[in-house]
């Protein structure tokens, strides 16, 4: 059901697209809320709710989180949310979610971000890091980068074909609604314009007034 002035979004990409990134100036530039999947989901384990130790027992035991399992959450969530704009951030992965998404509201936009994947192998796999920190360079302490292990060329050609594999269904049944809308590029700073310019067409309000492009 849609609620008038609300907006309701739901970003997509590839891990590497720079999807972070733009989620996070989009909740700054038009006052959304972002609702990360991941960090829900973390934040459930550590406060051991009862959908947290379900996820827990799933992931410790080698298994996919069902279906039922996030969606429950990611709902639960969303209705705490009550009436406020909000945008989505790694849910829905598969279609029974997205379907899931819709049996309690209308998604009004979903944006995807379409960076080639050859990009994000060379932007991935060159990325080195202070594992303490995060630091991209540590010139804090001195110690030595590494590269993480999940950045490594032949873990990030899985992971990225994992990806188009698991969305490309959830891509074409939102085309068939008519909200998926794509955004191809190779750097988040010239992408991000065309982003910031569509939503200031389609959020209610002059949210889009918090930020500039």
Known sequence: MALKG???????????????????????????????????????????????LLMKSCIDQGQLVPDDVISRLILTSLRNMNQSSWLLDGFPRTVAQAEALDSMCDVD?????????????????SRWVHLPSGRGLDDVTGEPLVQRDDDSPETVTRRLKDYERQ???????YRSKGVLETFTGTETNKIWPHVHAFLSKKIPGNQQARGKA
């Open 167 to 173: 969305t490309q269904p959830v891509l074409e049944y």
């Open 6 to 52: 609300v907006f309701r979004g739901v970003i997509m990409g590839a891990p590497g697209s720079g999807k972070g990134t733009v989620s996070s100036r989009i909740a700054q530039s038009f006052g959304l809320q972002h609702l990360s999947s991941g960090d829900t989901l973390r934040a459930n384990i550590e406060a051991k709710t009862d959908l947290g």
């Open 109 to 125: 936009s979903v944006i995807n971000l379409d960076v080639p994947f050859q990009t994000i192998r060379e932007r991935l796999t």
